[in-house]
């Protein structure tokens, strides 16, 4: 049973590694079609650094991705050795995985609503006059059609339903 949540946890470590992965390879074209946009709406797009927006592979974009996956990978390699650390370390990483996920998701589902509510807290009236969604949905467009929902929505299967089964294998063991 801890073999098959091993295998489980590897996938949910490649889940996450496609992050970052893809994010570094579209995400300069997220990047120029969002300023794109802000300056079809009057906006200079030089507000997306002021505002330390970024659509690239950058700072916990990939920090917090490739950590999940290296404790992951980490957790099955104990796993498959059949190492009771592996076991035990699964219990406690398991749900924070399966919770960060869905914090992830919460976040995604309401990026325009956040994104707008930090630009208002700013009280920079440029911030206030920018069309959000129709910013995010620029810079979303410039990713291949495979990445939204598509890819977003098999990593979170695999995020949330491979979490389920490591629990449920763990309480099977």
Known sequence: ????????????ALAFLSIPLIRHRY?????????????????PGSVLAENKLRFDAG?????????????M?????LNL???????TLSWIFQPIVLLGNALILYSQLTAAT?????FKRKGDPMLARIDVPAFLSAAERAF??????????VRHAVAFGGSALVILALIIA
């Open 73 to 77: 990978a980490a957790l099955a390699v």
């Open 144 to 153: 291949p059609s495979w990445v939204f929902p598509g890819m977003q929505n």
């Open 114 to 118: 956040s994104v707008q509510a930090a």
């Open 81 to 87: 050795a059949g190492d009771e650390w592996g076991r």
């Open 1 to 12: 049973m801890m073999a098959f949540a091993a295998v489980l946890q590897l996938l949910i």
């Open 27 to 43: 995400g300069p074209d997220a990047q120029a079609a969002a300023e794109a946009e802000l300056a079809r709406q009057g906006i």
């Open 59 to 71: 700072g916990h974009e990939t920090a917090v991705p490739a950590a999940v996956a290296l404790v």
